[in-house]
């Protein structure tokens, strides 16, 4: 039985990765620690929480003394490292969170596994994931590649490049076993409704404005967040020590034709006239610093690894769409903050 650690498990993409892990690998024990921010909801995991290879700890990786105990008590062969402040705008209005959660925070796991594994290093992987938004921007052609030199644009982006940095300095220093993924903008269930798709779905429903920050001009590379979650599953196993798999769907959109897709998806399966969401779009004042384009080149995981996305944008928006209006309450419950009440009910009354 190998126990591995994943931080970040009650956000957005970690609930995913736990919910694969769990299920697929029964001889894995897996430890989820995450510290339950605004960001991060239990509820996202109900369905495996009971499962005899999973345990929740809530804990702050910001807490050195804390990371320390945890590795001596539970000797993890792995760790998978999600856990950060992850949203653009809350980095530009507070950027000092995403300094000490986004550096200190893995530093904290690193010294963790660097004192845990150095007598026995082998068959150990610290895995960190991380954005192609480390990258900088984009002109109008030309997409991002593992040897893209760095050029961290937001508060957010650079705290992301710093813990790369940082990652790539234990690797050569002192030979600690990692691997690094940079991946595209993600889409699909469960995602925190401060990001794009999730406000403008919970907009559309309730006939509110959908804010366009500047022109609507600005290009994201989307991928389906349970086909990023099959790809970390692959690195985690099959990637090679020191080296940066870079994971993208080549599907590249403007803000604005996003939303009118999604305009025509959520009138279809809201019974409403054709046009009716269109008219929610408004424009707003752009983000500060707001970067043009993003574009990821997989070659090297496609070729190397065979990883390739499963979902077309028509499917995953879709398939998204009926998740969120299946699941309603979920996004009243992250609206309202009623979710985070869920830990209370659910661990402390036990
Ligand atoms: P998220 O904001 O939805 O979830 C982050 C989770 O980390 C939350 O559960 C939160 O409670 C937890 N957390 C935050 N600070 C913590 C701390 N100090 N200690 C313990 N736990 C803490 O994020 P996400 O969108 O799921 O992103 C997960 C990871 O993937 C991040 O590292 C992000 O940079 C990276 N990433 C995200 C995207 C994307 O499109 N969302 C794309 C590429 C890479
Ligand atoms: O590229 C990967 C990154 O994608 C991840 O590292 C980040 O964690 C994740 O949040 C995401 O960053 P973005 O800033 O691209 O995502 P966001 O959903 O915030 O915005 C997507 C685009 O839509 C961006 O160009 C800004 C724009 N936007 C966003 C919001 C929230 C709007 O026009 N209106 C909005 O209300």
Redesign the pocket.
């Known amino acids: 039985m190998k126990t591995i650690l994943i931080t970040g498990g009650a956000g957005f993409i970690g609930s995913h990765v736990i919910r694969r892990f769990v299920n697929k690998y029964p001889d894995y024990k897996i430890v989820n620690l995450d510290v339950l921010t605004y960001a991060g909801n239990l509820e996202n995991l109900k369905d495996i929480d009971y499962m005899p290879n999973y345990e929740f700890v809530r804990g702050d990786i910001n807490d050195a003394p804390f990371i320390n105990s945890l590795f001596a008590k539970y000797q993890f062969d792995g760790v998978l490292h999600l856990a ?1 402040e ?4 809350r980095s530009i209005s507070d950027p000092m969170s995403f300094i000490m959660t986004n550096i200190v925070g893995t530093v904290n796991l690193l010294n963790g596994a660097r004192e845990n594994w150095k007598n026995n290093p082998d068959g150990k992987r610290f895995y960190h994931i ?4 480390v990258y900088g921007s984009l002109g109008e052609t030309g997409f991002f590649l593992e040897t893209t030199s760095y050029d961290p644009q ?1 508060p ?2 650079a705290s ?1 490049a710093s813990s790369d940095h940082l990652v790539r300095a234990y690797h050569n220093t002192y030979k600690l076993p990692v691997v690094i993924s940079n ?4 889409y699909g269930p469960n995602q925190f409704p ?4 999730p ?2 779905i919970h907009n559309i429903s309730n006939n509110k404005p ?5 022109k ?1 001009e ?4 989307w991928l389906y967040v349970e086909d990023h979650a099959s790809a970390i599953d692959l690195v985690f196993h099959e990637g090679k020590n020191g080296e940066t798999y870079n994971i993208g769907g080549h599907n590249e959109w403007t ?1 604005i034709a ?2 009118r897709q999604l305009c025509k998806t959520m009138d279809i399966k809201l019974g409403r006239d054709t046009g009716t969401a269109e008219k929610l779009i408004t424009y ?1 004042k752009d ?1 500060a610093g ?2 043009l384009r ?1 574009a990821i080149d997989s070659t090297k995981i496609q070729r190397e690894l065979g990883w390739k996305p499963s979902l077309q944008f028509e499917e995953g928006i879709e398939k998204t769409v009926d998740w969120y209006l299946a699941n309603s309450n979920w996004l009243e419950n992250v609206v309202s903050g009623a979710y985070e009440k869920y830990y209370e009910k659910q661990y402390l009354s036990r």
């Open positions: 950060a992850s949203h653009v705008d991380s954005t192609d938004e937001s957010y982006s992301k991946c595209s903008n993600n401060e990001k794009l798709i406000l403008a959908i804010p366009i920050y500047g609507g600005n290009i994201r590379d803000n996003l939303i707003v983000r707001h970067d993003y």
